[in-house]
């Protein structure tokens, strides 16, 4: 398909050369959610070399009605988004590298994956991996363009290393409150704004046009009310422990401990084992059988039990469906799974 | 006389846009211990300022005739 790009090349902002640009780069998207979803349709039907997309959920209903890439058989399915955002975008574009990987996010697993990366795109839905990512910038000098939404709005900002300031220096206390598509519900179009300009970010700095940069944090309510743009840098600390002189990256420190963490919002625990676990899916089947009704893919298997619902993954991640308790959910994990 | 803008859960949690005050020479932070107290707003230490559009630290000075917005973050995605 010759001429897929020559509408998009047209543009003065791209052009040519910005388009050979374009084809030789790499990105990396941090959840497969609505945000993730958006941006990478759109960066793989532009052409970019290669996008890798990293999830730890599976479908659900409750995505369809802004999340694109899905349908109502991956939800049926409990397909991992990752898995099934990797499909569909490798119909869209044979000219993209596609890698969909079904994991839980964090420092180390991340580290990974940046090795030939020009640019993380978040589209994550808490602090804690933001600010994650935030470190990972810093420390291999990679670009990130942030973006979240809530309601009817929507906030993005391209933090720079080395230019601006970074997520720490804007936020010096990680939100343990934000607002969440679970408390506030999410409409598909603010979605899709927050995702355009997050987007068209990427293009900026993927065909190498830095001075189009937006340089600011811009903010919006698509209901009503008028966007702000605000200039960030003051915001730029020198102490700050991320991108300050004296840095040590606070939040790179790994864990390897089990960890349980409730999901907010969702009445879900999600218990991440010390050590990575491949679980043998038909003989798990057998044992858990009978406790509950099973379903099961390659990729999860999930149990309808009297009040609760398990789902485990491969990698060895349990969400327990129907608690904010993490006690409860530990319970039930030692019980039927360890 | 100071206005100020409140953003996404922050104008449900007070129910309006806007308001003015007369709180010219105190402090970002005082400020929001300030509305947290009058206004029972429980988050407002983890809330984004800036004024005149501009990013505010906690220990700028809001002076007379500046307008301050508080975003609070907004998470999802
Ligand atoms: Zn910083």
């Known amino acids: 398909m010759e001429d897929r790009y020559a509408r998009q090349q047209l543009f003065s902002g791209i052009g040519k050369e910005g388009q050979k640009h374009i084809r030789e780069k790499s990105v990396l998207i941090i959840g497969a959610g609505a945000l993730g979803g958006a941006n990478a349709e759109m960066l793989v039907r532009a052409g970019v070399r290669k996008v890798t997309i990293v999830d730890r959920d599976y479908v659900d209903a409750s995505n369809l009605h802004r999340q694109q890439l899905y349908t109502e058989q991956d939800a049926k399915d409990n397909i991992p988004k990752a898995i099934a955002a990797e499909q569909r975008l490798r119909a869209v574009n044979t000219d993209t590298e596609i890698k969909g990987i079904a994991m839980d996010a964090k420092a180390d697993n991340v580290e990974s994956l940046l090795e030939d990366v020009d640019l993380i795109v978040d589209g994550s839905d808490n602090y804690e991996i933001r600010f994650i990512i935030n470190d990972l910038s810093q420390k291999h000098h990679i670009p990130w363009i942030m973006g979240a939404c809530a309601g009817s709005n929507g906030m993005s900002y391209t933090f720079l290393p080395g230019e601006t300031p970074c997520l720490q220096c804007v936020l010096p206390s990680m939100p343990d409150v934000g607002m969440s598509c679970e408390t506030s519900g999410i409409i598909a179009p603010a979605v899709q704004i927050t995702a355009s300009i997050q987007t068209t970010e990427a293009l900026k700095l993927l065909a190498g046009r830095w001075n189009d940069l937006r340089k600011k944090l811009l903010l919006f309510d698509v209901w009503q009310g008028q966007p702000l743009s605000i200039n960030m840098f003051h915001a730029k600390k020198a102490d700050c422990p991320s991108c300050g002189e004296q840095r040590d990256y606070p939040s790179l420190r790994y864990s390897f401990e089990t960890k349980l963490e409730v999901l907010c919002g969702r009445d879900t625990v999600q218990i991440r084992p010390s050590h990575k676990k491949e679980y043998d899916f038909s003989s798990l089947e057998g044992v858990l059988e009978k406790h509950g009704k099973v379903r099961r893919n390659p990729y999860v298997l999930t149990c309808l039990l009297h009040d609760y619902r398990l789902a485990v993954f491969q990698d060895g991640r349990v969400l327990v469906h129907g608690t904010n308790e993490v006690e409860k959910a530990k319970t039930i994990y030692h019980q039927l799974l360890s | ?77």
């Open chain 2, 1 to 77: 006389m100071i206005k100020v803008l409140f953003f996404a859960r922050l104008q449900e949690e007070i129910g309006k846009e806007s308001m003015e005050v007369e709180k010219a020479g105190v402090s970002v932070s005082d400020l929001k211990k300030w509305l947290a107290a009058t206004h029972h707003l429980p988050h407002m230490t983890q809330t984004m300022a800036a004024i005149n559009e501009n990013y505010a630290n906690d220990d700028d000075i809001v002076n007379e005739g500046d307008t301050i917005a508080f975003i609070p973050p907004v998470s999802g995605g």
